[in-house]
């Protein structure tokens, strides 16, 4: 049964407010959703799809964690505790601030960035694992998350800190 259509608005262009103040808007915003009428397999392209899905995620899981091995194994924990905090800080900026693009690129020049990831063994491919794709911008070499993929990068976010918690 489809849900009831809203009120028409009041003089001034606003919806009238029933009794206790809550607004039909708030009411659906904060009501369960009734379960889809197709399975979720149906509704998701079927077992294929979500195969598809499952190897794209577990290949994302394998190059980071390949990437945090070889970047973490060759270096002691001192030199490379540093990138992993500062690769930690870009991602979790980018979760944080999803539509503010300033968040998705870091210059080559950063002063942080050159010592703690790319001056290590392994940093740039790790940082380029994670999503991060090298450019030049206004002749200055710069590293830019051009697909904003949610997902992968909590999956990243979890994995780099299982490695700075020494798990």
Known sequence: IPPPPPP????????????????????AHTTHVSEPVMPLDVLMGGDDEIARIAK????????????????????????????????????????????DTKYRKVKSSNRALCDKLL?????????????????????????RLRMFDPVKLHVAKELIEKHVGGK
């Open 119 to 143: 001056a290590v063994r392994g940093g740039e491919a790790l940082l380029a694992a994670v999503g991060f794709e090298q450019e030049v911008d206004q002749g200055e070499k710069a590293y």
């Open 8 to 27: 028409p608005a009041a003089a001034g262009g606003t919806l009238p407010q029933p009794a206790g103040g809550v607004s039909d808007t708030t009411r």
């Open 56 to 99: 794209s995620t577990q290949q994302h899981i394998d190059r980071i964690t390949s990437h945090l091995t070889t970047f973490t194994s060759a270096q002691p924990p001192h030199t490379t505790s540093g990138g992993l905090e500062l690769l930690l800080k870009l991602v979790g900026n980018v979760l944080a601030h999803p539509t």
